[in-house]
């Protein structure tokens, strides 16, 4: 049996996306030149979405697009407890403050029932969000029409967190494209479907919120004088009209992701080839897979069980997880929720707050997921789960 290190998650890149980055090396730009909005209309094209912004990074997309929509202090941006911390920290770079809906216990992404109920009291307490982030979990699509309906009723503006997402659809439309949101937030970390190192961009189909985020990207300056208070000084001239970052993306990264984003089809299915033949190789196990909301179709940045804790006891998921690891096999849990990290709990967050996602926590092993892996590293994965489970392989 192969004992090298399986990892969770690893990068494709072939020889062009190297010549890709080397001919940018030869050119004359390495950062704001031609790549950026290459990348940025093969990324917007992919999903049907009229704009696109390059950033440095995805939590950069989720930052400037928050303050973008107004969120500042005194406001509240909600989202998942089971989501990588930078959903929720992009609320709180604002100032605002910040709350969970709980998941849903099939799917894991944000629940549109507790949603719902919550977004009832939060009206009588005068307390509705600004704006919400569903988080797009492990690949597949939160229930967006009902958000957007509820958006519609409680006035709150939503920005997808699509990190997972890039290649998955729901109701026939591909995630990216808005038909349900104000805009989506991608990541191009090495882990996630398609790579520019690091990156992020945000596809929205509204013209000033694509243009704010733009320049909120570069310090919030501008040098169009149509956006300026009073005359220009001259053709040198540019005015920062709103307190901005240096967010921008390098044409090295930029050069790197439009040549992925030609090979994001076949990674697509890829990686869902490898969930079904997951799926199927692991039925029998005192485990479960995420459901699947048959109106989607996801883009598998995860491959993510949750063990029959019941049926496995005395054994806990922490040694299930210790023998993976041994075992050379990288798994992970993805995530710890968010609202009992240190950091949260400061704002009177605690245990039992948030029980669908706490339980999810408790039960959950991320198994290796991406596009270079061979149906025989399955089967070395499911090896290597009977073993760590005594089970019969
Ligand atoms: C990776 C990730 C991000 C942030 O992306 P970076 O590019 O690493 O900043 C945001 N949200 C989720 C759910 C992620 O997995």
């Not at 940025?40 to 009229?50: I, L, N, P, S």
């Not at 949101?181 to 398609?194: E, G, N, Q, R, Y």
């Not at 049926?311 to 995530?335: D, K, W």
Request: hydrophobic fraction near 40%.
């Amino acid at each position: 049996m192969a004992s090298d290190f399986l990892p969770y998650g690893r990068q494709s890149l072939d020889e062009a996306d190297i010549a890709a980055v080397v001919d940018v090396l030869r050119s004359d730009f390495l950062t704001q030149g031609p790549a950026i909005p290459r990348f940025e209309k093969a990324v917007a094209d992919w999903c049907g979405a009229r704009h696109g912004i390059a950033l440095s990074n995805g939590t950069a997309t989720l930052h400037c697009a928050a303050q973008a929509m107004g969120l500042g202090k005194g406001d509240w941006l909600w989202t998942s407890p089971i989501t990588f911390v930078a959903s929720s920290n992009a609320g709180r770079y604002c100032g605002a403050q910040v709350d969970f809906v709980d998941v849903d216990p099939a799917t894991v992404c944000l629940c549109p029932d507790r949603l719902e109920a919550k977004l009832q009291q939060a009206e009588k307490q005068g307390r509705l969000p600004k704006i919400v982030v569903p988080v797009h979990f492990a690949g597949q699509s939160c229930d967006m029409p009902r958000i957007h309906a509820l958006s519609q009723k409680y006035g709150f503006r939503i920005l997808e967190d699509a990190a997972h997402a890039l290649g998955g659809s729901y109701e026939g439309e591909r995630i990216g494209n808005c038909r349900w949101s104000d805009a989506v937030s991608h990541s191009f970390h090495p882990v996630k479907i398609v790579t520019s190192a690091e990156g992020g961009m945000i596809t929205t189909n509204d013209e000033e919120l694509a243009w704010r985020i733009g320049a909120l990207r570069t310090h919030g300056i501008t040098r169009e004088s149509s956006r300026m208070q009073g005359e220009s000084d001259g053709p040198w001239y540019y005015q920062q009209i709103e307190l901005g970052y240096n967010y921008r993306m390098t044409d090295l990264q930029a050069a790197l992701g439009a040549s992925q984003m030609e090979k994001l089809d076949r990674f697509a299915q890829r990686r869902q080839e490898l969930a079904e033949l997951y799926d199927r190789t692991l039925a029998g196990l005192p485990l479960r897979p995420l459901a699947r909301d048959p109106r989607g179709i996801s883009g598998w940045h995860l491959y993510m069980i949750r063990l029959d804790l019941e049926a496995i006891a005395p054994l806990t998921r922490r040694q299930v997880f210790e023998s993976l690891r041994a075992q050379n096999i990288g798994v992970n849990v993805h995530y710890i929720p968010v609202h009992l990290q240190p950091d949260y709990r400061q704002f009177g967050f605690q245990k039992g707050d948030f029980p669908e996602a706490e339980r999810y926590y408790e039960e959950c092993i991320t198994l290796p997921m991406f596009p270079a892996m061979t149906d025989l590293d399955v089967m070395r994965v499911k090896e290597a789960l009977c073993q760590a489970l005594h089970a019969a392989a």
